[in-house]
């Protein structure tokens, strides 16, 4: 937004009061003013909106009566927080409308756009109406510019934070699903671990773990680490953590696929492999749990 | 607050609360103990199940329980903590080493009469 | 829902409600289970230390916001001796038996942000910060 006069002003709204009838309002007069122009011009500004939106092809994942809709509410909610100068309803319907777009597909570009576009639209009509008076405009942008800026700030942040809400859980879900806990035989329980574990999935895997003994009212639990090309300290560390919650619960844990690395970093971080139970391949694994459970495996001409 | 301490045949099983204070924990130990003597009993379940908080004094509590108790010839297990709770507990470093753990009431029934079947 | 809970610690019985103070604020705030009883144990334990070094203090809970997220701190703060080398005693392990020291590797290791500051004689601040996943 150009401005034509060239005396430096704070951000600030503040009270000015230069030679004239009109210029002595403060600024919270004028400010009603502005907002009063807003709604007055509320249908053919929010139709102005809409085709700004369509012409630089925003909101393409939505049907024009959704645009239309949202836009209503968008406008509306915009005008408010200009009138109240509080920003925590706009805050919260930013992340209310962010929850519901992100799953149609909606980006924070078009957010963004949007919102700039409106308060292109809103500061056009500003222009129009005081074009005859260069200090009236000025004193009115001094009004409108900060408050317009906070709202696009406020809405954006609030479409991103919504954005990484949803990517955290999605990533937790993700998590989850690919690493089962299951049962195979009554009280014995396999965690076949596979691929990078970070700390965070480690942790994951361990609450899981632990949530799946209690459940599974398991007595014996192996945990195949045959797919884990490395580990360092940090979850090494985890997975003695694992072991020790896991007997605490009652459970014995046999850790399988322990590659000569891994064992190495194990003993580094001052983990006594003496004491923990490891077995060479998840088959040894499976039989030495199923000794420990008193279970026998025999050909089926013995059994019958 | 006091914590029950109930008879089973050979064994007592005590519930732990959720809310206990240091000092109720104290006053359960030195019950425990009493009753453990009085009894004659051969194992003790401490149960822990509503215990939502195990902290380094509770541990440290239970361990001189178990230590106290096998003095007197008999067995503790420690059954019923919660998954998360033992989460913690590990995150500290507190791993009741030298206690018997077991998942629940049932497991660590099973677990007493199996020890006092070895040692018969 | 307050934003700031202060809870004075003078006895046994202020470690309990201080973490289930700290449970509450916590489940109000949408924590998972298995993260309020990391917080509660971790205000045990801090709690803990303010008794048996300092005699009396207090635990200040607080809702912070951060960039994407909600959390909450802990505030520990007494006037006891103070710790004579802060280092020494975050490097220390934690025993297993519990009951050497004051076990702060083992609560840092239940909280995402830890820091310490303590003056001889002047007493020990200990914050803590634990964001919701």
Known sequence: MARIDTNPRSTQVEEEYSGGSDHTRPASVLLRELVAHLRDNRTQLREEWARRITEAKLLTAMTKDEIFAEATSVYDNYVEALETGTFEALQAYARNLSERIIPRGVETHEVVGIVLLLRDVLARSLFAKYQTDFTMLNRILDAYEPAANRIANTVAVGFVQERERIIREQQEAIRELSTPVLQVRERLLILPIIGVIDPQRARQLTEQLLRGIRTNRAKVVVIDITGVAAMDATVANHLVQTVEASRLLGATVIVTGLSPEIAQTIVNIGVDLGKMNTVGDLQGGIEQAERLLGYKVVPFAEAS | ?120 | MENEIQVPINSDQDIVAARQKGRSLAAALGFSSGDATLIATAISELARNIITYAKSGEIRLTVINGSARQGIQLVARDQGPGIPDVQQALRDGFSTSGSLGLGLPGVKRLVDEFEIASVENRGTTVTAKKWKR
């Open chain 2, 1 to 120: 607050m006091e914590v029950p301490i109930l008879k089973q045949g050979d064994f007592l099983i005590a519930t732990v609360q959720a809310a206990l204070t240091d000092e109720d924990l104290l006053h359960f130990r030195t019950a425990l103990i009493h009753k453990v003597v009085l009894c004659r009993s051969r194992g003790v379940i401490v149960d822990v199940t509503s215990l939502d908080v195990m902290d380094s004094f509770a541990s440290r509590t239970l361990r001189e329980i178990a230590q106290m108790i096998r003095l007197r010839g008999a067995e503790t297990v420690i059954v019923g903590i919660q998954p998360e709770v033992a989460f913690a507990m590990v995150q500290l470093g507190l791993t009741l080493e030298d206690v018997a753990t077991a998942l629940d009431l049932e497991e660590g029934l099973a677990h007493l009469q199996q020890k006092s079947e070895s040692t018969a």
